[in-house]
């Protein structure tokens, strides 16, 4: 284990609403996972978070937010946004397998040991906060 993988820390990127910004946030992300040595992990919390991200920006109209929290050996990955309406359950991965879109939050449920919503409130607007966890074995 490296040894500042014991210590907990977290990040927040925040984001235009711009599409361009999934692509910064991936990148972003993958070089705080490599610099805190948990390269490992990167693959699929890349994934997770385009999809959090994806879902923030092109289904709200304001800003958003990224936010990478390591504590305890869990990965917390998640995307606030203007938007206090509740996230579509999603369905089950096998079932959209044909579909062209609506897969975002699936692959999350499918690919993260835990995932979540809350409603939040950043900066005087409400909105709300969608997460997911990867813990590390």
Do not use: F
């Amino acid at each position: 284990m490296p040894e500042n993988e014991a210590e907990p820390w977290e990040y927040s990127l925040s984001i235009p609403n711009d599409p361009r910004a999934v692509t910064i946030c991936r990148r972003t992300l993958r070089l705080i996972l490599t610099m805190h040595g948990l390269i490992r992990l990167a693959d699929t919390a890349e994934l997770l978070a385009t999809e959090l991200v994806a879902n923030a920006v092109l289904h709200t109209k304001g800003p958003a937010v990224l936010r990478v929290r390591w504590s305890a050996g869990v990965l917390r990955i998640g995307a606030w946004d203007a938007d206090p309406e509740p996230p579509e359950p999603p369905e089950e991965l096998a079932s959209l397998v044909d579909a062209e879109d609506g897969r975002g939050l699936a692959l999350v449920k499918a690919c993260a040991d835990v995932w979540g919503w809350q409603p939040l409130a950043r900066l005087g607007n409400r909105g709300k906060y969608v997460w997911c966890e990867l813990r590390v074995a």
